[in-house]
């Protein structure tokens, strides 16, 4: 089980045992001053893509836990406001949603789509619609699209 730890700046990994108790926790990424993980997808190559609030970064985990940043879409002046907010111990709903941003506004989630799985969809808190863009890596297959019902 990957687990975003939004105000703990973390990626973390669980292991999930046979009556769904945790254990093994293990730190797969610390993310530093700007970046607060929220949504994340795997892709094929075993990457997880997590999206930052507040600063609209896009960052690829490649398996080896090294950071990669996919994009960003921010005002640095307005980062490093909310970053010092943060540090204070003021970080609030109200702080990350009165943030100004350029297009993007607080991307929060994001999904692998299209025939080939390499369209990124980026949702976000305080937008309007969905951004896309092509991925050079296609996404991970979802588990869940295995499902079969069965009557």
Do not use: C, K
């Not at 969809?121 to 619609?129: A, F, N």
């Amino acid at each position: 089980l990957y687990v975003n730890e939004t105000f703990s700046r973390r990626l973390t990994r669980f292991r999930l045992g046979p009556e769904a108790e945790l254990s093994a926790r293990e730190t797969v990424s610390g993310f530093g001053p700007g970046v607060w993980p929220d949504g994340l997808a795997f892709d094929v190559e075993g990457g997880v893509w997590v999206t930052s609030i507040v600063s609209n970064r896009l960052v690829r985990v490649d398996p080896a836990g090294r950071d990669h940043l996919v994009l960003e879409d921010n005002d640095p002046a307005e980062v490093d406001r909310v970053e010092a907010i943060y540090q204070a111990g003021g970080l609030t709903r109200d702080v990350i949603f009165g943030v100004t941003h350029r297009r993007l506004a607080n991307i929060s989630s994001l999904a692998f789509g299209g025939p080939d799985l390499r369209t990124v969809h980026l949702g976000s808190l305080g937008g309007t619609g969905i951004a896309t863009f092509r991925s050079p890596v296609a996404g991970l297959r979802p588990a869940h699209w295995d499902v079969r019902r069965t009557a």
